[in-house]
């Protein structure tokens, strides 16, 4: 049973289009996060959501929201893509109160043409 | 600006034989030490962690050695085995922070 699920796992799209990415997790826990792996394979974090509110923005561009329907996902919209989107993303997932282990999903690898 | 490095991007050795990777870091408000493992096309795998108020955890063959004065972490692996061979990354959060800073990875490979 998987505990830290994304869809798809490879996104493939033209610049400017809209697209999302998707993360569940199974674990009960109150925190998900998304990362951002780049090129130079740098995790980076982009957004933290506890029990639904936002607690991690990492400069990033409003190009990119992320919608918490419920504690057990976390969803990433990104609008008008550009080249510089295209990395792996990460969605990940913890116990409440921060300073512990983080569980990771497998990644979703955006391409952007 | 990285507060945690990697500074060795590999690693190889000999099946059987340790695995040393080390890691270090600048901010002193860091105050839990991770490390992860990932395989091509999987996400990082929680491997071991270690607060500052030790300087060793062990699990199984998995030991991680903490030098707080130096802001040095290490991973020792022994012995080493060919399922070892992934991308080892160094992790670090503040007290009760949710932000992990991630070092660069350092790709070990076990040779047979």
């Known amino acids: 049973d998987t505990a830290v699920s994304q869809t798809p796992k490879y996104l493939v799209t033209q610049m400017g289009n809209d697209k999302s990415i998707k993360c569940e997790q199974n674990?009960?826990?109150?925190?998900m996060y998304w990362y951002k792996q780049d090129s130079k394979k740098f995790l980076k974090i982009m957004f933290s959501?506890?029990?639904?509110?936002?607690?991690i923005n990492e400069t990033v561009p409003n190009r990119f929201s992320p919608k918490s329907p419920d504690k057990a996902h976390l969803n990433l919209h990104i609008n008008s893509l550009e080249l510089g989107d295209s990395a792996v993303y990460f969605c990940?997932?913890?116990?409440?109160?921060?300073?512990?282990?983080?569980?990771f999903g497998p990644g979703t690898r955006l391409t952007v043409t | 600006d990285q507060q945690v490095k990697q500074n060795s991007p590999s690693l190889s050795v000999q099946e059987g034989r340790i695995s040393i990777l080390n890691c270090d870091y600048t901010?002193?408000?860091?105050?839990?030490f991770l490390w992860y493992k990932k395989y091509p096309a999987e996400g990082p795998t929680f491997l071991i962690s270690?607060?500052?108020?030790?300087d060793k955890n062990e699990d199984g063959r998995f030991t991680v050695f903490l030098n707080k004065s130096a802001k040095h972490l290490s991973l020792h692996i022994v012995p080493s085995q060919p399922g070892d061979s992934a991308v080892y990354f160094c992790?670090?959060?503040?007290?009760?922070?949710?932000?992990?800073?991630f070092g660069a990875g350092t790709t070990v490979t076990v040779r047979a």
């Open positions: 990940a997932s913890s116990h409440a109160g921060g300073g512990g282990e983080q569980y």
């Open positions: 674990l009960g826990h109150d925190t």
């Open positions: 959501y506890n029990n639904k509110e936002l607690i």
């Open positions: 901010n002193s408000m860091f105050d839990y």
């Open positions: 270690i607060s500052s108020i030790k």
């Open positions: 992790a670090a959060s503040e007290r009760g922070g949710y932000k992990l800073s």
